[in-house]
């Protein structure tokens, strides 16, 4: 009866039988069967067509009301028991933007297989925007990324503090000096990371509290992802400003970190949800374990994106 309800309760919050197919990887007719099974268990009529989609009758709303409230118990329960580890199996999807998903997440994802070694990981990659479209979208449980978005359908939950500092190949004419002028930069060509990625906006945040913006720069490359920022600039193409995060094993691979006067970038890193949505179990557990390892100082926030 949990899992009936449980996945009522998908139904409900999905609004659709074939997303919640395509998550659990089932067929659409064994969801609509599931439900049939559950009206006849109950005696009641759950939903009926409206348009092209369903809505809830009025004995629906009830049995949902009182199926989160079964299943909040029931996984409380089993917590408090030491029983969740029988509840933890399945796949849970995450969306990152570039730097959580490539240099910060495998460990911790690592970490959480090592509690529960039933769940499998689906990792989607991509910029800020992009993955937060996503979850807009229910294409992923929930994401990490390095912009703030708290809207009226995204929440967002400060979780690590990163840095962007100028990196510059050991055989740049600026890597041997201390501390650089961001007037000086305006010589030297420029590689940047694409339109909506985070990482984007706080330099370009950063770039308008000195009173500049990006044509105030010769940019030679724009680029999709911090790994092709790196070797280019290693390769000798241009400077350009990139997260610790995804230094910090590469000191002594051809990559000088380098001090700008008067001028440093900090952000948050954020996990981020639909708003008044509520997870499944292990996508819950998954979210609550990150959040425990979150920093206790928050960085410099961008301003809340209210174009979704």
């Given amino acids: ?22 998550k659990l990887g089932i067929s659409q007719p064994a969801v609509s069967n599931q439900m049939r099974a559950l009206e006849e268990k109950l005696g009641v009529k759950l939903l009926y067509r409206k348009g092209k989609g369903f809505a809830l009758t009025p004995e629906g709303e009830t049995v949902y009301r009182h199926a989160l409230h079964i299943l909040d118990e029931w996984t409380d329960l089993m917590r408090e028991i030491g029983g969740s580890e029988r509840l933890m199996n399945g796949k849970v999807h995450i969306g990152a933007s570039h730097i959580p998903g490539e240099y910060l997440l495998p460990v911790y994802l690592a970490a959480i297989r090592k509690l529960y070694p039933e769940i499998k990981f689906k990792l989607t990659i991509g ?17 990490v990324v390095g912009a703030l978005f708290d809207t009226e359908r995204l929440t967002s ?37 694409e339109s909506g990625s985070g990482h984007r906006r706080a330099f370009e945040g950063a770039l308008a509290k000195c009173g500049l913006d990006l044509n105030d720069f010769n940019i030679a490359l724009e680029v999709g992802s911090t790994e092709g920022v790196k070797n280019a600039v290693r390769s000798g193409l ?3 400003f990139l997260s610790r995060h995804a230094l910090e094993s590469c000191e002594n691979q051809g990559l000088v970190w380098m001090n700008v006067k008067d ?12 708003r008044n949505k509520s997870l499944t179990v292990i996508a819950d557990e998954c979210f609550r374990y990150l959040t425990a390892q979150k920093s206790d100082t928050e960085g410099s926030e961008s301003e809340p994106q209210t174009y979704l």
């Fill in 238 to 240: 241009g400077y350009s």
């Fill in 263 to 274: 001028f440093r970038i900090e952000r948050g890193i954020y996990l981020l949800t639909r």
């Fill in 157 to 193: 939950e400060f979780w690590l503090k990163d840095e962007l500092g100028l990196v510059v190949s050991d055989a740049h004419p600026l890597s041997t000096g201390q501390s650089i002028e961001i007037s000086t930069l305006q010589e030297y060509p420029m590689i940047i990371r």
């Fill in 127 to 143: 910029d800020s925007l992009e993955i937060a479209e996503k979850v807009l979208a229910h294409e992923v449980d929930f994401a």
């Fill in 1 to 22: 009866m949990l899992d009936l309800l449980s996945l009522f309760g998908q139904v409900v919050e999905e609004q659709s039988f074939t997303v919640v197919a395509r």
